[in-house]
């Protein structure tokens, strides 16, 4: 359950702020600390020196006496060593030390925890008794609709409180050591089984040295996706990596607000003032409740300008990661009528989660006047594709290939280095294939041939296989853009200009000029086009009037297509009067 406010629109200005903080991806926090948590009834410490405290709503009553602990009528009974299990009576040194070892209670026997209720003292406000209970305790108020009228739901969630009693009471003690007064041991639910149990909230942990690394990672400009492979390997599992990949994109927006500070205020004058300037500038920013910027795109007049004349394909890219804060620097971008990089607005995102995604491509769209693209390219992201699946159900999406084959050197690198052969096989299989049936019959005789039929990586990437092989994706509009090497073209327009040592103040500048020299490009283009006139090299009266029509890049694509027809014999091969059948070959290889 998120609070937020309707975003605040002023002509070309957007500004939204998530009142309870960053995003979707802090959703399971705040669903920790809300009013639909169950909350246990516990008796008032001895001459009444007890208060009840807590901000959870008083929902199911735990009587200590009772053992009905099941709404479905089973009851779920850890199994292990029971003297590692918590017993009334048992003592603690502190309330952390009795949290920490129920906690790793939880992690054995496969369920999680969350602090519940405490007490504190009337005398002297003290925290006197805490209660620790399963993640799944409780139930929520209201399915239907929020616990208060001014709260909207972002996104409904999937419910996961089911009334569970399992738990652990401490008091403290007139020595100050901790004791345990209660423990329930049985479960209404199954138990995650080990090897997921690295997913449960309350066992996910980003340590000291996994920071370390991603830290590395995120400043050689490697994306959250990429960061969790890497760990993965490093650690030898994901179920010893001890976090997700949401908890590393977590960490990562967290480290990069740290480091940010209050730089981000030169970007937002900048940003204030273009728009002051020229009406058409569309900005917008996306920030937690302290008013800090979380994520910001931008398109000028002339971007959307772009748009209008050649939205019909966009490119989403956010693999440029040049500049001092590891920002993803996001452009929208396409392609001209001289073979050129356009841009149609950029963002610079903090948070890599599905809700910033949904965020840009909500505000990018408004930008362009409502007017979705025939086709969108982006980034091989699980999160970037559940984003454009919901944003542009009606655009047909394709995975840049680049990134596939990226993956593929480092998901088979063994296969590579036992079978030199195998790159070439497989570009061949991808690249070479004229129809579906001939890239489907090819892919499962490389598959056979390597004895890869059972890997998983390569299992999922066919899943995706309309998406990036060029045979299932010959009936879509592209604008002929390299679906291999748009992230070379795309970074191109700006190297030179932004770097690793870039700062916010510096990147503005940086970014104008990379700008002007890349519309001057574009105007050297169109004098060519319009005041010189291309050499013929055919009497076609076809090829001269496309000279006269084309930019000169397109009429030089279409020059040579027409000179290579000149290569071509028909030889007639079947007549049986209704049809008439050709074969189409070049000169030599008849």
Not at 17 to 32: P, S
Not at 45 to 58: I, R, S, T
Not at 153 to 161: D, G, L, M, S
Not at 205 to 226: E, M, N, R, W, Y
């Amino acid at each position: 359950m998120i609070m937020e406010l309707e975003p605040l629109t002023m002509g070309n200005e957007v500004i939204e702020f998530d009142m309870m903080g960053l995003g979707d991806d802090t959703v399971d926090d705040i669903q920790h600390q809300s009013v639909d948590v169950g909350v246990d009834e516990v008796e008032e410490e001895e001459g009444g020196d007890g208060e009840v405290e807590g901000n959870h709503f008083l929902l199911n009553f735990y009587d200590p006496q009772s053992s009905d602990n099941s709404i479905s009528g089973q009851v779920y009974i850890p199994q292990g060593d029971t003297n590692l299990e918590p017993y009334d009576g048992m003592e603690f040194e502190s309330e952390e030390a009795a949290k920490a070892f129920y906690n790793s209670y939880a992690r054995r026997v496969g369920f999680s925890t969350r602090v519940s209720m405490s007490r504190r003292s009337r005398r002297d406000g003290a925290i006197i008794q805490r209660s620790f209970v399963c993640a799944k305790e409780g139930f929520r108020i209201d399915k239907d609709k929020p616990a208060r009228s001014d709260v909207r739901v972002k996104r409904p969630r999937a419910e996961t409180r089911v009334g569970c009693k399992a738990m652990l009471v401490v008091k403290i003690q007139d020595s100050g050591r901790w004791v345990v007064s209660a423990f329930v041991r049985e479960h209404n639910h199954e138990l995650v089984p080990p090897d997921k149990v690295h997913c449960l909230r309350s066992h996910r942990h980003v340590s000291g040295s996994a920071k370390s690394l991603i830290d590395t990672l995120q400043g050689a400009g490697i994306g959250p996706s990429g960061i969790m492979s890497a760990l993965i390997k490093e650690y030898g599992g994901i179920s010893n990596v001890g976090f997700t990949e949401r908890d590393c994109r977590n960490y990562m927006r967290s480290s990069r607000q740290r480091t940010l500070g209050g730089d981000t205020q030169h970007l937002l004058d900048y940003l204030r003032n273009k728009q002051a300037e020229n009406s058409a500038f569309f900005y917008a920013v996306q920030g937690d409740e302290d008013q800090c910027m979380s994520n910001i795109f931008w398109a000028d007049a002339k971007a959307r300008a772009n748009y209008t004349y050649f939205g019909d394909t966009v490119t989403f890219d956010t693999t440029y990661r040049s500049n001092r804060y590891r920002l993803p620097f996001a452009p929208f971008t396409g392609v001209n009528h001289h073979g050129q990089p356009v841009l149609f607005g950029c963002a610079l995102l903090v948070n890599e989660s599905e809700a910033s995604f949904l965020w840009l491509f909500k505000t990018w769209l408004m930008a362009m006047s409502e007017r979705p693209p025939v086709s969108i390219t982006t980034d091989h992201d699980r999160v970037i594709c559940l984003a454009v699946n919901q944003v542009f159900p009606e655009t047909r999406h394709r995975i840049c290939k680049w990134h596939i084959f990226k993956e593929f050197q480092e998901k088979l690198s063994h296969v590579l280095s036992e079978h030199p052969n195998f790159e070439a096989e497989l570009h061949k299989c991808v690249n070479l294939t004229d129809s579906v049936e001939e890239f489907e019959s090819c892919w499962l005789s490389l598959l056979n041939r390597y004895n890869l039929r059972e890997h998983e990586w390569l299992q999922a990437v066919y899943t995706d296989r309309r998406q990036w092989v060029p045979a299932y994706l010959r009936d879509t509009f592209f604008a002929e853009m390299s679906i291999t090497q748009r992230s070379d073209s795309i970074n191109s327009y700006f190297d030179g200009y932004i770097n690793a040592s870039t700062t916010l103040q510096l990147f503005v500048k940086q970014y104008e000029k990379a700008l002007e020299s890349r519309y001057e490009k574009e105007v050297k283009a169109d004098y060519d086009s319009i005041n010189t006139a291309p050499v013929l090299k055919t009497p076609s009266p076809m090829e001269k009037q496309v000279a006269e029509l084309y930019s000169r890049k397109l009429f030089l694509k279409f020059q040579e297509e027409l000179v290579e027809t000149l290569t071509f014999l028909a030889t007639k091969v079947v007549d049986d009067g209704a049809i008439t059948t050709y074969r189409v070959a070049k000169f030599d290889t008849y």
